[in-house]
Antibody, heavy 121, light 110 residues
Framework: EVQLLESGGGLVQPGGSLRLSCVVT????????MSWVRQAPGKGLEWVSV????????YYADSVKGRFTISRDNSKNTLYLQLNSLRAEDTALYYC??????????????WGQGTLVTVSS | QSALTQPASVSGSPGQSITISCTGT?????????VSWHQQHSGTAPKLMIY???YRPSGVSSRFSGSKSGNTASLTISGLRAEDEADYYC??????????FGGGTKLTVL
């Protein structure tokens, strides 16, 4: 059974940092690209970032470019998202999701339950 | 990276069919066949319903279908059921090697 479990969320002050983790089980992690998607309270989905199976290529939404860094440790079946220079508008539930297709970005076929990041003083 | 355009809400009665549109540009929907649709019930993670414009993942009801014409993709749900009431999001691959979502459509089953 495919499972994705996020952790690392919490309350942080503006300008602060957090590192989110997503541990996966049930599939060969290195074979799949992985994405982060966030959802602000009461709002829609916003794509954040994607990384290839090896971690060799990464792409970001303009809203987080230069502040967030996606990475992965394939030996630990874990995806990461480093969040720096956090702003109030980064407050959201952060989901990790598997890119299920044969190309980098095609379909997010499995999702975790999310970890909540709150940026507030 | 402007969001794709979806209607804020649609509604229909049980047994009826509804269609949700999703409009983008030639740099996303119009340029690639990597359009997907997700269903999200309140308080739960999104669920993939349609991928690559018109394909259904295993386990998704055949009442759900997808299509595309030019820069607009559509999700059609036939034989509406109460459990279909949820938020629906389209998304597409873009020419910048990123993904863009629509703003979401709230489906109400009357």
């Amino acid at each position: 059974e495919v499972q994705l479990l996020e952790s690392g969320g919490g309350l942080v002050q503006p300008g602060g940092s957090l590192r989110l983790s997503c541990v996966v089980t049930g599939f060969t992690f290195t074979n799949y690209a992985m994405s982060w998607v966030r959802q602000a309270p009461g709002k829609g989905l916003e794509w954040v970032s994607v990384t290839t199976g090896t971690g060799g290529r990464t792409y970001y939404a303009d809203s987080v470019k230069g502040r967030f860094t996606i990475s992965r440790d394939n030996s630990k079946n874990t995806l990461y998202l480093q969040l720096n220079s956090l702003r109030a508008e980064d407050t959201a539930l952060y989901y990790c999701a598997r890119e299920g297709g044969l190309v980098l970005i095609s379909s997010l076929d499995y999702w975790g339950q999310g970890t909540l990041v709150t940026v507030s003083s | 990276q402007s969001a794709l355009t979806q209607p804020a809400s649609v509604s229909g009665s049980p047994g009826q069919s509804i269609t949700i549109s999703c409009t983008g540009t030639s740099s996303d929907i119009g340029g690639y066949n990597y359009v997907s649709w997700h269903q999200q019930h309140s308080g739960t993670a999104p669920k993939l319903m349609i991928y690559d414009v018109s394909y259904r993942p295993s386990g998704v009801s055949s009442r759900f279908s997808g299509s595309k014409s030019g820069n607009t993709a559509s999700l059609t749900i036939s034989g509406l059921r109460a459990e279909d009431e949820a938020d629906y999001y389209c998304s597409s691959y873009t020419s910048s090697s990123t993904r863009v979502f629509g703003g979401g459509t709230k489906l109400t089953v009357l």
